[in-house]
């Protein structure tokens, strides 16, 4: 038995330094070592044994597993730094080579716009607020001289979470809680981006969120030739200095009187297109002198002060700007259309 296991200890390390791979080498430990190898059979026959020769075997079995283990061992340490070599060398990184160019994203064309915008109005003296999208029916409304019971009402189908909290129809209650923060004194000189929510079917012109921007001016002797020569200086700056604008007759209940604004058409000067349906002009905003009953419900006399209010659709401006189709490209999130505003 002691020649047995001597034999076996000899033919198992012959075959663990042939090996050349982890995982012949691992082969070679369930073969000799495993619970059905040769060792462990010779093991199983220890009880043929005299008491004498038992521990004698049995002493000589450990320094064979002890033999063949070490040697395992050794060949396993040596085949894994040869394998981590073997992946520096294939895996070195040349430090000389150019970097990889890095995908960069780029501004919305909407984000561009707003700034565009605000940049504009920021070089004419206004300043930028902010406020609530979730607001009252008071501010939302009501301050804008539009009643419960105000027809106009039907023109924004709105977002009620409650009878008094709604979505805001527009960005105008951020105008109405600013005038209040003046406590009747002027002057008041803002813009006012920000998203608004209308229960509205989605289409190429319309959608249930968009983006506007509201202007609001409050002082003394404040004329409606002020709003016009303020949005003839917008439309030149955003459109191209050749462009005009012309205002007519409309109707808002928070202004008056109250005007559409046209800008001339870009594409044919003016003189007629497909573009402009042959007129000319195409509308950009709505606007108007503050109505006298805005002003008195946000805490300014009307008697000694006046001012005029304006607001613009975003999108609609962008749509112009860079002659785009359908609104909705803007929310789609495709990366084939806003890789084309890398410039912008």
Same mark, same amino acid.
Request: proline letters at 5%.
């Given at each position: 038995?002691?020649?047995?296991?001597?034999?076996?200890?000899?033919?198992?390390?012959?075959?663990?330094?042939?090996?050349?791979?982890?995982?012949?080498?691992?082969?070679?430990?369930?073969?000799? @070592?495993? +619970? %059905?190898?040769?060792?462990? *059979?010779?093991?199983?026959?220890?009880? &043929? $044994?005299?008491? #004498?020769?038992?521990?004698?075997?049995?002493?000589?079995?450990?320094?064979?597993?002890?033999?063949?283990?070490?040697? @395992?061992? +050794? %060949?396993?340490?040596?085949? *894994?730094?040869?394998?981590?070599?073997? &992946? $520096?060398?294939? #895996?070195?990184?040349?430090?000389?080579?150019?970097?990889?160019?890095?995908?960069?994203?780029?501004?919305?064309?909407?984000?561009?716009?707003?700034?565009?915008?605000?940049?504009?109005?920021?070089?004419?003296?206004?300043?930028?607020? #902010?406020?609530?999208?979730?607001?009252?029916?008071?501010?939302?409304?009501?301050?804008?001289?539009?009643?419960?019971?105000?027809?106009?009402?039907?023109?924004?189908?709105?977002?009620?979470?409650?009878?008094?909290?709604?979505?805001?129809?527009?960005?105008?209650?951020?105008?109405?809680?600013?005038?209040?923060?003046?406590?009747?004194?002027?002057?008041?000189?803002?813009?006012?981006?920000?998203?608004?929510?209308?229960?509205?079917?989605?289409?190429?012109?319309?959608?249930?969120?968009?983006?506007?921007?509201?202007?609001?001016?409050?002082?003394?002797?404040?004329?409606?030739?002020?709003?016009?020569?303020?949005?003839?200086?917008?439309?030149?700056?955003?459109?191209?200095?050749?462009?005009?604008?012309?205002?007519?007759?409309?109707?808002?209940?928070?202004?008056?009187?109250?005007?559409?604004?046209?800008?001339?058409?870009?594409?044919?000067?003016?003189?007629?297109?497909?573009?402009?349906?042959?007129?000319?002009?195409?509308?950009?905003?709505?606007?108007?002198?503050?109505?006298?009953?805005?002003?008195?419900?946000?805490?300014?006399?009307?008697?000694?002060?006046?001012?005029?209010?304006?607001?613009?659709?975003?999108?609609?401006?962008?749509?112009?700007?860079?002659?785009?189709?359908?609104?909705?490209?803007?929310?789609?999130?495709?990366?084939?259309?806003?890789?084309?505003?890398?410039?912008?």
């Amino acid at each position: 038995m002691k020649e047995r296991l001597e034999a076996l200890r000899d033919e198992a390390i012959a075959k663990i330094k042939e090996a050349n791979e982890i995982k012949a080498v691992q082969d070679v430990r369930v073969s000799y @070592l495993g +619970k %059905k190898g040769p060792i462990t *059979e010779v093991l199983r026959g220890m009880g &043929k $044994l005299s008491a #004498e020769e038992r521990p004698i075997v049995g002493q000589i079995a450990n320094e064979v597993r002890e033999a063949i283990t070490a040697e @395992l061992e +050794k %060949k396993l340490t040596a085949l *894994e730094e040869a394998e981590i070599e073997r &992946k $520096l060398a294939e #895996e070195q990184i040349d430090v000389s080579l150019p970097g990889r160019p890095v995908a960069r994203g780029t501004r919305h064309p909407l984000t561009a716009v707003v700034e565009e915008v605000e940049d504009t109005f920021l070089g004419l003296g206004f300043t930028v607020a #902010e406020g609530p999208e979730v607001e009252t029916d008071y501010y939302n409304f009501e301050a804008l001289n539009l009643p419960k019971d105000h027809p106009a009402r039907d023109m924004q189908d709105s977002f009620y979470f409650t009878e008094e909290l709604l979505l805001r129809t527009h960005t105008s209650p951020v105008q109405a809680r600013t005038m209040e923060k003046f406590e009747g004194k002027g002057p008041v000189k803002v813009i006012v981006p920000g998203k608004v929510f209308r229960r509205d079917d989605d289409d190429a012109t319309h959608s249930h969120q968009f983006m506007q921007i509201e202007g609001l001016y409050v002082d003394h002797n404040v004329r409606m030739s002020d709003l016009k020569g303020v949005l003839e200086a917008f439309a030149k700056s955003f459109f191209g200095v050749d462009r005009r604008i012309r205002l007519r007759p409309s109707f808002f209940p928070f202004t008056e009187p109250s005007v559409e604004v046209d800008v001339s058409c870009g594409m044919c000067g003016g003189k007629g297109c497909r573009v402009c349906k042959n007129t000319g002009w195409i509308e950009v905003l709505g606007a108007g002198m503050v109505h006298p009953r805005v002003l008195e419900m946000s805490g300014f006399d009307p008697k000694k002060y006046s001012g005029f209010a304006f607001g613009m659709g975003v999108e609609r401006l962008a749509m112009l700007k860079y002659d785009i189709d359908d609104i909705r490209h803007f929310y789609t999130n495709d990366v084939r259309f806003l890789s084309q505003f890398k410039r912008v």
